[in-house]
């Protein structure tokens, strides 16, 4: 077992950055430039999901349209969210959980399908950059052909830096980080309030689900490791 103690994985979007209002005018804002009625929260919540083709096929395009448009969906996104990104704040109580895992003696790392480098422009502007170890992304607005899974990359920094199944928990906002978790044999943390509704997420059987990452605190165990 690595002897850093334990690792967290946090996903980035919805999750550690307060963003969905941003994600959510992005993604009408799409719908609205192909015709398409914009969608409200729940909608999009139950609408959401990985990979991101699966998405805009939940809101009505068909599968033709976003093989032919998925780059065009994706350029119109972030022409959108990364300025209000760029406006946006940690969700509650993100900072404090950071601090508190190098306190007992963890290591944070970022696990995201968005793009390294809009993410790491937002962790230097939040001043994060001592608690986040590693940021693993997609290198391209756009899925690329060879591009790895947020899982996959997830097994070759576990592989690589020495951390076991047993020592490592992920926390997220959606089905996907719970999935990753139990193919993984991870502990997980479903956070509601994200991109996924709360039925959704629970459906899923993740460890724990919160509401908010002030709650987390109570999850740890006199170890220092999340509880189980």
Known sequence: MNGRGFLVVWDWNGTLLDDFEAILTGVNTILRHYGRAPVDVVAYREAFDIPIDLLYTNLGFSVEEVRQHLSD????????YEPQADKTSLRAGADDALKETVVRGGTNIILSNHIREPIARQ??????ESQIEALLASEARTPQKGDPAKGDRLVAFMHANGWAAESTV???????????????GLRSVALTGGAASESRLRAAGPDVVLDSLEDLPRWWDKEGRMAR
């Not at 969906?73 to 959108?80: D, E, G, K, L, M």
């Not at 992920?170 to 993984?184: K, M, Q, S, W």
Request: no cysteine; glycine share 6%.
């Open 123 to 128: 962790v230097r502007r939040l001043g994060l």
């Open 73 to 80: 969906y994706q350029a119109i996104f972030h022409r959108v």
């Open 170 to 184: 992920i926390i997220g906002d959606t089905p996907e980080e719970v999935r990753i978790a139990r193919a993984l």
